[in-house]
């Protein structure tokens, strides 16, 4: 019966399968709706990397093409765009997405058409803890970088009474129920460990910090809240020192808190731009080129794409051909690259097998902060059951 | 653990009256368009978004030309106000009009129109502002005048304590009643009694924890909030006013009870509900600015959740009602505040900040059902 | 176009040809839109135009079962479309009997979706085992069917539990307390990740057992198709929503023309006058909004199996709102139009408008340059804010004015109000 459609497909001229020489990397992340500040910086990131390596395809007579999706921060629309992606042969990797929630699902559909994907922002250990073959990601996990930072706060700030709060995003809340874990571990106590969705009016925490008077506050979050939640503590004469993962590296996060910035805290894989004269040069690029500086995924969505082209380069050079999904994914998975946030070679399950946290401190309201520390981290492991 | 929920209530309540004022505010554009249209305004939102981000840009432009910052405020209320209410008439003008005109009695078609408006406008604002700036986070630039903190007399914490309790005990004694009827053919006790029962429970109990209620209780206010408060009780004020002594108050009002007779007395509705569109939206977009100011960050997105809430808040009271929005939106900022910061200590950590939300939800269910009216408004007779 | 009307032999003919090109057309080039769109389309007239009931179930049959699973072999996209455009079907459906034949406004039906969801999510993977003393989970994947039912029931149970307290109120006070409760349900789910472990909060269930499709790849093999388990599984969805659809659709025809159905009708219309007939309000209001909420719970389960994973950011009040806005947009009341409300808006929504964003992306890519004579545009100039993937939420607002503005009734409206327009205008 498949023979049937086939001729009768055939016979209408399916030419629609495009056998061109043109390569995609797609990049899904949401571009509108509320989270479309960080999706897109993910989009432009991915932007960035594809434009420079243009011109080295072009020599070899390929034409290296960004696929910009939208997701919406939407579990439905993540698995149809995926299911788009998959069914357009010219697309052979994807960068993305920006939420745990929609990264699981769709990557369920990559995997089994053996799309590679490199996610530059989901740090749930359920993305790679599945042991999917074309899965990967660039960021830390949660369970890597929350203890990093307990370590840090409990270790050399000597933090004793903690306050965590969180976004109650897979995210937020799955960093810093890592860091307490630890902290705890550590022997200080967690006097207050609060999920909170508000983004605007953050009285009814700092109301509660001031009945369990901490010394430090752990904010699982990305920096638009945070920025408007260090300010209203310190507003409100909070003066416990704060720290926050990742989310917190952004120019954006100094922007909004203002003076409040000064003396906090964030641990980051992202090497300091003075230590890495690629970081500063990719910096510069995007900047000329988007008129905006690179903000929190921008750096991690251009190492991944990075990394595929680094793996498709030598495909193609080697090949003379546009590798299939099968073997771009393999490739993908042995591939190292020296990038903007250090070295990165993955592990069995697609995580990077060492990340450097950097513990920055922001000794002036000013961004970038000073590095303080580097902590080093491998992934924890998992059992693998079956590769599948 | 009853120390710390003693010490803290007069800062909840003052930090839920704040938010409440915020909400009240808000609410007063809801209230408004339903008052005469009977229409769920859920583009209100934006309305009230399109006033925060313009007032944002009024903020950021002229911050280095005035120098004062006062004069600053008042002239982004009023830019803020005005862009948004030429925003709420062009919706009007736009997308509601041509409703009315074909004569749809189905009630739930403008309410699509309104979430359509409503995904419209978000991204148009944010086309706007990405083709202006190159970003959408618009942040208000801090001033020390307004974020000048002060300190409130201890006394003022130490009578709400009291007058909370006594609140309290009232209850608590009217339910004992209650209870005590129950079972036996008592007379229901007379009001007086039950104040003056509660009012001795109060001392006692004060008697007993005196070293927590005449501590130093911290109650601390800002002067934006102060600000907040102030506005918004003009606001409240003056659209009082406006439709209760005014020509165009009473053509409001007359359009509100029958457009059809309305327009038979000389009055146009639809210039009546442009002006009521006019004036729900500069309220919603003074609204804006103010919250912009106490929250630092305004984005297109921003309108959605305190539009739901305010909207909430304007049921709780009574909608169609302006003072039935005032009440809700304290009602709903108490209600919020006490549940964010209490549940956490009450169910020690199991039920964080985030049931705060159900808290209120649920409260807001249980009054509805015995006042399905809301607090204030009033029992309409059914049409026939 | 009225020759057409007046001549059914003609008119089917000239549909069946339509259908037939298309489809082929569709099966030549199943990745690009516009055939597709026009199988759909002939797909649509063949059930709305006057012509005999046997072309009708034909057209239908052949396109639904043999034309869009045969192009879905090369595009497995369509089969993700049918099933979305399913899953959202049966649930506007079901918001149909709450909103459309009820009139009763609920902006909370996301919750239901939610329980069914989670109904399947939670046993049928390890989450069971956190907090039951069995270690037993996940259960096979045959228990799904079982669980489908299941979720209808406890959907009905939320449905009565959510709809006792606010099914005594009326208007706008039921539209923001269904709301409220809708939320409720959501935030239960971001939240009861302690202090016992029901939902894994925001970090959502995974993974989450499928129902077994073995007989199913035996009996492809028996056809002489030999397909994998991941090429299977669409397949497989996508005809077990179809059935679940027609299953569906024939619960709300009978519903419709039953005592309930018309009790609901004269309720919405005049709820005094209903009264005064006899029925009993808040009984017959409950009845509709659990069977709205039984539809919603069975796709839920469906759902949790199709994604493999389950987290509270799927069952938002924007995808209450998506859902209502597919109702009316369809016709209320209407069960055509309640589907192909559903249908529009998801194809709208995960193909067209990315299709056209696309294929802006591609003009860009290439370079290419609009002339119209006065006015040029060369597309690579395209700035970074005008990506056209970022408007697509845009385009779709301004769907919705246009529609309310100039169809208010929906593209299929009712057929009571259809007569009742009828009658008005005689």
């Not at chain 1, 910096?283 to 929190?296: L, Q, R, Y």
């Not at chain 1, 401190?361 to 000073?370: I, N």
């Not at chain 3, 719970?297 to 806005?325: D, H, N, R």
Request: include cysteine; charged fraction near 15%.
């Amino acid at each position: 019966m498949k023979k049937v459609f086939l001729a009768l497909a055939l016979a209408f001229g399916a030419t629609a399968l495009a056998q061109g020489n043109v390569i995609k990397i797609a990049t899904v992340s949401p571009l509108s709706g509320e989270q479309a500040a960080l999706g897109e910086m993910i989009k432009l990131g991915a932007q960035l990397a594809i434009e420079e390596a243009q011109p080295y395809f072009e020599k070899l007579g390929f034409k290296l093409e960004l696929a910009p999706q939208d997701d919406q921060a939407n579990p439905d629309v993540g698995v149809a765009v995926a299911r788009r992606l998959v069914t357009d042969p010219e697309i052979v990797a994807v960068v993305g997405h920006l939420n745990t929630g929609v990264a699981i699902p769709s990557s369920e559909v990559y995997k089994d058409y053996q799309l590679a994907m490199v996610s530059p922002a989901n740090t749930g250990p359920a993305v790679t803890d599945r042991c999917y073959l074309n899965v990967n990601r660039l960021v830390g996990r949660d369970d890597v970088q929350g203890p990093a930072g307990a370590e840090f706060a409990v270790k050399e700030l000597g933090a004793k009474r903690i306050f965590v709060v969180h976004d109650k995003t897979t995210y937020g809340q799955g960093v810093a129920e890592q860091f307490k874990k630890k902290a705890e571990e550590l022997g200080a106590q967690v006097v207050g460990f609060v999920g909170t969705e508000e983004k605007a009016n953050f009285q009814a925490l700092i109301l509660q910090m001031k009945a369990k008077k901490p010394d430090f506050v752990y904010f699982g979050g990305i920096y638009h809240q945070a920025g408007v939640l260090l300010k209203q503590m310190r507003e409100r004469g909070i003066k416990a020192t704060f720290m926050g993962p990742d989310g917190l590296d952004s120019s954006k996060f100094v922007e909004i808190a203002g003076e409040a910035a000064k003396g906090a805290y964030y641990t980051t894989v992202a090497g300091p731009i003075e230590k890495y004269p690629k970081a500063k040069a990719m910096a510069e690029k995007f900047e000329k080129k988007f008129g905006k500086t690179p903000e929190s995924f921008a750096i991690y969505a251009y190492d991944s794409a990075n990394l595929v082209i680094k793996a498709l380069k030598d495909f193609v050079a080697y090949a003379k051909r546009a590798p299939t999904r099968a073997e771009l994914s393999m490739l993908v998975r042995q591939t190292t690259l020296d990038g903007v946030t250090g070295y990165t070679a993955f592990d069995y399950k697609g995580d990077r097998k060492k990340a450097d946290y950097f513990v920055v401190h922001l000794k002036e309201a000013k961004y970038p902060g000073e590095v303080v520390k580097v902590i080093s981290f491998p992934a924890p492991a998992t059992k693998c059951e079956a590769i599948k | 653990m009853l120390e710390i929920l003693i010490q803290l209530l007069p800062s909840v309540l003052l930090e839920g009256l704040i938010l409440g004022f915020v909400y009240a505010m808000i609410a007063l554009g809801y209230t408004m368009v339903y008052g005469v249209l009977e229409l769920i305004n859920f583009a209100h939102s934006e309305i009230f978004m399109a006033g925060a981000v313009a007032g944002a840009e009024v903020f950021i432009l002229l911050k280095g030309v005035i120098g004062n910052p006062f004069l600053l405020l008042a002239l982004a209320i009023l830019i803020g106000g005005a862009v948004a209410a030429i925003v709420a008439i062009l919706v009007e003008r736009l997308a509601y009009r041509p409703l009315r005109k074909r004569g749809t009695t189905n009630r739930l078609v403008p309410l699509i129109t309104a979430i359509g408006v409503s995904f419209f406008l978000q991204d148009l604002v944010r086309l706007i502002e990405g083709l202006w700036h190159n970003a959408f986070y618009r942040r208000y630039p801090s001033f020390s005048v307004f974020e000048a903190t002060y300190t409130l007399p201890n006394w003022i914490g130490v009578l709400t304590i009291l007058a909370t309790l006594w609140l309290a005990f009232w209850v608590i004694a009217y339910f004992g009643d209650w209870l005590v009827r129950l079972f036996s053919k008592k007379e229901r006790a007379a009001g007086r009694t039950l104040s003056i029962v509660a009012a001795g429970l109060t001392l006692v109990f004060a008697f007993f924890y005196r070293h927590v209620i005449f501590a130093d209780l911290g109650m601390t206010i800002q002067m934006k909030s102060i600000l907040v408060i102030v506005v918004s009780l003009a606001m409240l004020y003056g659209l009082n006013w406006l439709v209760h002594k005014t020509k165009l108050g009473i053509a409001i009002r007359a359009v509100a009870q029958d457009a059809q007779t309305a327009s038979l007395m000389g009055i146009d509705p639809d210039v009546i509900v442009s002006r009521t569109f006019l004036i729900g939206g500069f309220l919603g977009g003074v609204a804006g600015v103010l919250f912009g100011l106490l929250y630092t960050l305004v984005h297109p997105y921003v309108g959605f959740i305190p539009g739901i809430k305010a909207f909430t808040a304007a049921v709780l009271g009574g909608i169609g009602n302006i003072t039935g929005a005032a009440v809700g939106g304290l009602v709903l900022g108490m209600l919020e505040m006490l549940g964010g910061t209490y549940l956490t200590f009450l169910t020690n950590g199991a039920m964080g900040t985030e049931y705060k939300d159900i808290l209120a939800f649920l409260i807001l269910i249980f009054i509805l059902l015995f006042r399905p009216q809301g607090i204030i408004g009033q029992q309409l007779g059914e049409k026939v | 176009m009225k020759k057409l009307r007046e001549n059914p032999a003609l008119l089917s003919l000239v549909i069946a040809v339509a259908a037939i090109v298309a489809s082929l057309w569709l099966l030549a080039n199943p990745r690009s839109t516009i055939p597709f769109l026009l199988t759909l389309g002939s797909l649509l007239a063949a059930l709305l135009q006057p012509i005999p009931k046997w072309l009708k179930v034909l057209i239908g049959g052949a396109i639904l079962l043999l034309v869009i699973p045969a192009a879905g072999f090369k595009n497995s996209f369509l089969f993700e479309l049918g099933i979305q455009t399913g899953i959202y079907a049966a649930m506007a459906l079901g918001l149909n009997v709450v909103v459309g034949l009820a009139g009763l406004l609920d902006l909370g039906y996301a919750a239901f979706f939610a329980v069914g969801a989670y109904t399947w999510a939670i046993f049928g993977s390890p989450q069971a085992n956190e907090f039951m003393p069995w270690k037993i989970f996940p259960l096979p994947g045959e228990y799904f069917y079982l669980f489908m039912l299941v979720a209808v029931v406890v959907a009905a149970i939320t449905g009565v539990v959510i709809g006792s307290p606010a099914l005594r109120l009326k208007g706008d006070y039921l539209a923001i307390v269904t709301l409220g409760l809708g939320e409720v349900v959501r935030v239960l789910a971001n939240n009861l990740d302690q202090p016992i472990n029901f939902t894994n909060g925001p970090q959502g269930i995974t993974p989450i057992q499928r129902p077994p499709i073995d007989w199913f790849i035996g009996l492809l093999d028996k056809f002489g198709l030999q397909m994998s388990k991941a090429e299977a599984y669409p397949l497989y969805f996508y005809l077990l929503v179809l059935v679940i659809i027609g299953i569906v659709t024939l619960v709300n025809i009978r519903l419709d023309r039953s005592r309930f159905g018309r009790a609901w009708i004269a309720i919405r219309e005049d709820e005094t006058a209903a009264r005064a007939m006899g029925i009993p309000l808040f009984p017959t209001k409950l009845i509709a909004f659990a069977t709205g909420a039984s539809f919603s719970g069975a796709m839920g389960a469906l759902f949790a199996a199709k994604q493999l994973y389950v987290s509270p950011e799927s069952f938002t009040l924007i995808q209450s709102i998506m859902i209502l806005v597919m109702v009316i947009l369809g016709g209320m009341g209407s069960i055509p139009g309640a589907i192909l409300g559903a249908a529009t808006v998801t194809i709208l929504n995960v193909d067209l408008l990315k299709s056209a964003s696309d294929y802006l992306n591609d003009l860009r890519n290439a370079g290419y340059t609009l002339n119209l004579g006065f006015f040029k545009y060369n597309f690579a100039n395209l700035p970074n804010q005008l990506e056209p993937a970022k408007y697509e939420r845009m385009v779709f607002g301004l769907i919705m004015i246009l529609m309310m503005i100039y169809r208010p009734e929906g593209i299929i409206p009712e057929r009571r109000h259809v007569l009742e327009m009828k009658k008005e205008e005689s």
